[in-house]
């Protein structure tokens, strides 16, 4: 593509709004998953034994491993849930965008 149609994308109000609006969608999953992991940090730092009790009576697993495990699968979900909209919501904008600075240069 040349400068000029780089040009007039960068200048089409729809390509401001998604820059925008995926940024925004980005810190906010972003901010999500730090929280959650500073906080199971935070829990492990300040309350071990939280951490170190069972699920439940004579289970062999702790809070700490289900909570874990919950949080691997947390973030996997989260990565899914980002690719979903990225394909679909975020995809169908920047192709409006582009096949309209397309038609502008022509």
């Given at each position: ?98 096949r309209a600075a397309w038609k502008?240069?022509?």
């Open positions: 593509m040349s400068s000029a149609v780089y040009a007039r994308i960068r200048e089409n109000p729809k390509f401001q709004e998604l820059v925008v609006r995926r940024s925004r969608y980005s810190w906010f999953l972003s901010t999500l998953v730090v929280a959650i992991f500073y906080g199971f940090v935070m829990v492990v730092a300040f309350d071990p034994k939280l951490i170190g009790s069972p699920v439940a009576e004579g289970s062999m697993w702790t809070i700490g491993v289900a909570f874990g495990l919950c949080m691997f699968i947390g973030f996997w979900l989260l990565t899914a849930l980002y690719v979903h909209k990225a394909n679909g919501e975020f995809d169908a904008i920047s192709q409006e965008v582009v502008e240069g022509k």
